[in-house]
């Protein structure tokens, strides 16, 4: 089991190497801040790589007149590379830009690529991250060559997005011009469509960006190549079973609130066992302070079969058995059985971000002025 601070990094590149491999890597880490459109690594001509502690990042190519292809969007949890296989003259180089404030653990290259060699969780881990990576990319060039400019719209839209705690929507903080930037084209052609979803009542353009009013119908105009991300979530339609492997607590929850289902992944994090969350009050697990707003989103799901996905993020805690709260990134999706509604509650223990970005500032020392 990972150390209690580093139980969130579960399902990601630090959170599946062993502890030697995550320490040595670490040891030698630079903790980098970037601003809402800020390059992470400007110098592209450098072998750097990342881990995304915060925030989303775009990743993409240039070509030759300036042009830009967008070929997946980075979130938490994941690695930035700035190059990748593919041409005869060397690798290709990869841009990386904050599509909101971003936060990245700076890795030494010339370290993985030996921890890689020499150590098979690493080797494991960084194939696992390299497929996941290539899978979005290809995602992304067969939405690119088969969907419309809508389907494309819709997706970036979705990859985009945020979750805000206190309206229970998501908001895609780009403008007009960064949209059409991303995918290529005007930004006349951009206005058009972003009219045509807001007449059709799933978004609403305003000040600081594009809010998803219709989250489930704005899925269906992404088309079938667009993939959900961990924020997120679209399993709750699949069978319970499958969220037991998952390396994160998922917890079912009926109309009157009390869990019917829970994974194992609920012992590491919580401190109980699957069984012990069962029968429980959902709000019990959730930390005080947001405890009322769960429980006024919670009716909109049991009782609205319409309702989308929405991501509880912000300031949202989840409570231990111990009384203890750890800051939680907690995603809720509807699932139907026959006449009933299940809400299922993914939460991710976010105590790791504190830890990580503690310890690395400890090792950078002070800033000078």
């Not at 190497?17 to 400007?42: F, H, K, M, T, W």
Request: with cysteine; aromatic share 6%; glycine share 8%.
């Amino acid at each position: 089991m990972l150390p209690v601070p580093l139980v969130g990094l579960a399902g990601s590149f630090l959170g599946e190497i062993d502890d030697s491999a995550r320490e040595e890597l670490l040891s030698s880490a630079n903790l980098l801040d970037l601003r809402r459109g800020q390059r992470v690594y400007p110098d592209l001509s450098e072998r750097r790589i990342g881990f995304v502690l915060e925030g989303i990042a775009r990743a993409y190519v240039s070509g030759p007149d300036g042009r830009q292809l967008t070929t997946r969007y980075v979130r938490e949890r994941s690695i930035i590379v700035t190059s990748a296989p593919g041409t005869t003259s060397g690798p290709l180089p990869v841009a990386h830009d904050a599509v909101t404030p971003v936060t990245i653990v700076d890795l030494d290259f010339a370290a993985v690529v030996a921890l890689q060699r020499s150590n098979p969780t690493a080797g494991r881990a960084l194939a696992a991250e390299t497929t996941r990576r290539l899978a979005d990319v290809l995602r992304t060039f067969t939405a690119t060559y088969f969907g419309t400019l809508k389907d494309r719209l819709a997706a970036h839209l979705l990859d985009t997005a945020e979750g805000q705690q206190e309206e229970g929507d998501m908001v895609a903080p780009v403008t007009q011009q960064e949209l059409a930037i991303a995918l290529g084209t005007a930004r006349e052609v951009v206005g058009r469509a972003l009219r045509q979803f807001q007449a059709d009542g799933l978004v609403l353009v305003q000040r600081g960006g594009v809010r998803i009013l219709d989250a489930k119908r704005l899925i269906a105009a992404a088309g079938p190549w667009w993939k959900p991300s961990r924020s997120l979530i679209m399993d709750g339609e699949l069978a319970d079973d499958l969220y037991d492997a998952s390396p994160h607590p998922v917890i079912a929850i009926d109309s009157d609130g009390q869990a019917v289902y829970a994974n194992p992944a609920t012992k590491h994090v919580f401190g109980l066992e699957p069984r012990e969350v069962v029968g429980r009050s959902a709000t019990m697990l959730i930390g005080l302070p947001n405890r009322a707003p769960w429980s006024a989103v919670l009716p909109r799901f049991t009782q609205d079969r319409e309702a989308g996905p929405v991501g509880l993020e912000g300031d949202c805690t989840g409570t231990r058995s111990d009384g203890s709260e750890f800051p939680a990134e907690i995603t809720i999706l509807p699932a139907y059985r026959g006449d009933a509604v299940v809400v299922f509650a993914t939460v991710v223990d976010l105590s790791y971000r504190d830890a990580l970005r503690a310890r690395l500032a400890r090792q950078q020392g002070p800033v000078a002025p």
